[in-house]
Nanobody, 121 residues
Framework: QVQLVESGGGLVQAGGSLRLSCSAS????????MAWYRQTPGKQRELVAT???????TYVDSVKGRFTISRDNAKKTMSLQMNSLKPEDTGVYYC???????????????WGQGTQVTVSS
């Protein structure tokens, strides 16, 4: 079984910074794309940033220039450095990874439990 665990959320004032981390563990043969999503009450879950195995990255327009996604393939971890935070960045942030558990299996998506980020104005 594959587990994803997020950490690093918290309460911060507008303009501040937070760094989220995601650690993958369990039976893992290979990890393809990894991503961060966020969920705000009353809104659909939003894709925030993605990083491929080759470390190519994409961002939603609202975070470009403020957030940086990265990963360490050897350690099976992913991070999201969030700077210049705004109240609208508030939400539960989820880590997701496209994982092949073993050589005989197909890739499938796994999700973490989420970590709360609250930005006060």
């Amino acid at each position: 079984q594959v587990q994803l665990v997020e950490s690093g959320g918290g309460l911060v004032q507008a303009g501040g910074s937070l760094r989220l981390s995601c650690s993958a563990s369990g039976t893992i043969y290979s990890i393809n794309d990894m991503a961060w999503y966020r969920q705000t009450p009353g809104k659909q879950r939003e894709l925030v940033a993605t990083v491929t195995m080759a470390r190519d990255t994409t961002y939603v327009d609202s975070v470009k220039g403020r957030f940086t996604i990265s990963r360490d393939n050897a350690k099976k971890t992913m991070s999201l450095q969030m700077n210049s935070l705004k109240p609208e960045d508030t939400g539960v942030y989820y880590c997701t990874a496209n994982v092949k558990p073993d050589s005989g299996y197909s890739y499938r998506d796994f999700w973490g439990q989420g970590t709360q980020v609250t930005v006060s104005s």
